[in-house]
C-alpha cells in the first residue's frame, strides 16, 4: 500500500531556454513525462534466453493545453517554439524544487507540430502536443 500520495496539480513551464521559461499550468490539462532508455540486445551464442542492455534515452513528454488565442496565452507560447528544440520543466506541485518536489526536465526536446485548431461543437477547445527526444534531468535544489 502506497504510504504517500499527492493530489495531481502540477505546475508546467516550457521555452526556448532554461532562464527563459513561461509557466503555462493554467493552460494545461494533463501532462505525461515518459523516460525510457532504449533496450538493446545483447545476447551471445550459447545462450538460452535474450538478455538486454541499455542504450540511448528516447524521452517524451505528452500534455493537453486548453486553446487559447489571446496575448501570452497557449497559441502565442507554443507557436513560436515549433521546429525547435525546447526546455520543459514540470513539478509535481507549486513552490520551489525539493526532494519532495522535484523539477523534471527535458532540455532540447523536439517540439514537431501544433495543431491550431481543433474544435467540437460544444466543447472547450484543447490541442494535445508532444515533445520528443531531449536530455532528462531531475533539479531537486532551489
Same mark, same amino acid.
Given at each position: 500500500m502506497a504510504t504517500s500520495t499527492y493530489l495531481s496539480?502540477?505546475?508546467?513551464?516550457?521555452?526556448?531556454?532554461? =532562464?527563459?521559461?513561461?509557466?503555462?499550468?493554467?493552460?494545461?490539462?494533463?501532462?505525461?513525462?515518459?523516460?525510457?532508455?532504449?533496450?538493446?540486445?545483447?545476447?551471445?551464442?550459447?545462450?538460452?534466453?535474450?538478455?538486454?542492455? =541499455? =542504450?540511448?534515452?528516447?524521452?517524451?513528454?505528452?500534455?493537453?493545453?486548453?486553446?487559447s488565442y489571446a496575448t501570452s496565452e497557449s497559441y502565442s507560447v507554443l507557436s513560436a517554439l515549433v521546429g525547435t528544440k525546447c526546455v520543459i520543466k514540470v513539478n509535481p506541485a507549486t513552490g520551489g524544487d525539493s526532494a519532495t518536489n522535484p523539477g523534471f526536465i527535458l532540455t532540447d526536446a523536439y517540439f514537431e507540430s501544433?495543431?491550431?485548431?481543433?474544435?467540437?461543437? =460544444?466543447?472547450?477547445?484543447?490541442?494535445?502536443?508532444?515533445?520528443?527526444g531531449g536530455t532528462y534531468s531531475v533539479d531537486t535544489t532551489a
Open positions: 496539480n502540477p505546475v508546467v513551464q516550457i521555452g526556448s531556454a532554461i =532562464g527563459s521559461l513561461t509557466d503555462i499550468t493554467d493552460q494545461v490539462s494533463a501532462v505525461t513525462l515518459t523516460v525510457t532508455k532504449e533496450a538493446l540486445e545483447d545476447t551471445a551464442f550459447g545462450s538460452t534466453s535474450r538478455t538486454m542492455t =541499455g =542504450g540511448l534515452y528516447s524521452n517524451e513528454l505528452t500534455m493537453t493545453v486548453f486553446a501544433l495543431p491550431v485548431v481543433n474544435a467540437n461543437l =460544444g466543447e472547450l477547445s484543447t490541442y494535445d502536443i508532444t515533445l520528443q
